[in-house]
């Protein structure tokens, strides 16, 4: 049995491996898109943290396309909580916002970005994500120097 820190009650809804197979991928300045994604969210020991990766590919050929890994934490004794993520297009972004029920809303506060990134520069983001039965779904919106904020990516995993 998996043991956690109390203050991760929450988010213990999130816990575990998750596949989705038909992603979809949209934003008004390039082509829709398909993906599948490999999710985890896992409790680090006894901290109030979990350690989290998102690996997506392309359907038909597996290659590799966007990762992303970080941190959830929890302020413990509150549904306030906080994804600290690195992505492999060289942004780091942190989002805060709350768990309620088996939901969670988290909108950026600080991107950061590498000085030698492509354009379009992105400002903020914003992710939803909720459990219905063993179904999770994802929605990530996103706001450039040039778009604003646009749903990005639709996924639903299933655990695995
Ligand atoms: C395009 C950011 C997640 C696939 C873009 C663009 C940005 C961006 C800034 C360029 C948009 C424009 O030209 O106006 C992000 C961020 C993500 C994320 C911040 C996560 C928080 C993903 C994921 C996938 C993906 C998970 C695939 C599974 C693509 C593709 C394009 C794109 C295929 C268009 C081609 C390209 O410009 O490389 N994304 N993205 N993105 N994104 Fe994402």
């Not at 942004?91 to 492509?118: A, M, P, Y």
């Amino acid at each position: 049995e998996l043991k956690y820190n109390d203050a991760l009650k929450p988010l213990a809804w999130l816990f575990g491996k998750w596949r989705g197979e038909q992603g979809r991928g949209k934003y008004p300045t390039i082509q829709d898109f398909s993906y599948t994604e490999e999710a985890e969210f896992s409790p680090i020991g006894m901290q109030p943290n979990v350690e989290f990766k998102l690996y997506s590919f392309k359907p038909d050929t597996n290659a590799p396309m966007h990762r992303e890994t970080g941190f959830v934490k929890i302020k413990p004794g509150t549904n306030h909580i906080a994804f600290v993520a690195a992505h492999n297009l060289g942004v780091i972004d942190i989002q805060e916002g709350e768990v309620s029920g088996q939901e969670l809303n988290v909108t950026s506060h600080s991107v950061g970005r590498t000085t030698f990134n492509k354009d379009p520069i992105v400002k903020v983001t914003k992710r939803r994500l909720k459990r219905i039965n063993d179904e999770l779904e994802l929605v990530m919106e996103m706001e450039t120097d040039k778009t604003e904020l646009t749903e990005h990516l639709r996924i639903t995993y299933t655990k695995i």
